[in-house]
Nanobody, 129 residues
Framework: EVQLVESGGGLVQAGGSLRLSCAASGITFDHYVIGWFRQAPGKEREGVSCIRSSDGLTYYSDSVKGRFTISRDNAKNMVYLQMNSLKPEDTAVYYC??????????????????????WGKGTLVTVSS
């Protein structure tokens, strides 16, 4: 059974930084994509960033590109999301997620909530103005 546990959320001022962590266990897929979604109050869950297991290729939504960086530590089974230059609109619950399979092409095409194999419980990020 896949388990994903997020940590690192909190309250930060606009312009500040946070690093989210996702501890993953039980992943046995040959190929998969792992990464982050977020859900702001009253809004739909949206893809933020993901990383491909086969080669470490990274993907980002347009709203976070240039500010967020996803990385992984395979030895520790960890995935990280470094968030810099945070804005109030980044306020949301951030979820770690994994989807089995090999994906390429458009981020918005494959990194969607459909077909997600496992979700973490989420960690709250609040950015004050």
């Amino acid at each position: 059974e896949v388990q994903l546990v997020e940590s690192g959320g909190g309250l930060v001022q606009a312009g500040g930084s946070l690093r989210l962590s996702c501890a993953a266990s039980g992943i046995t897929f040959d190929h998969y994509v792992i990464g982050w979604f977020r859900q702001a109050p009253g809004k739909e869950r949206e893809g933020v960033s993901c990383i491909r297991s086969s080669d470490g290729l990274t993907y980002y939504s347009d709203s976070v590109k240039g500010r967020f960086t996803i990385s992984r530590d395979n030895a520790k089974n960890m995935v990280y999301l470094q968030m810099n230059s945070l804005k109030p609109e980044d306020t949301a619950v951030y979820y770690c997620a994994v989807k089995h399979g090999y994906y390429s092409g458009g981020f918005n095409v494959f990194w969607t909530i459909e077909g997600i194999d496992s979700w973490g419980k989420g960690t709250l990020v609040t950015v004050s103005s």
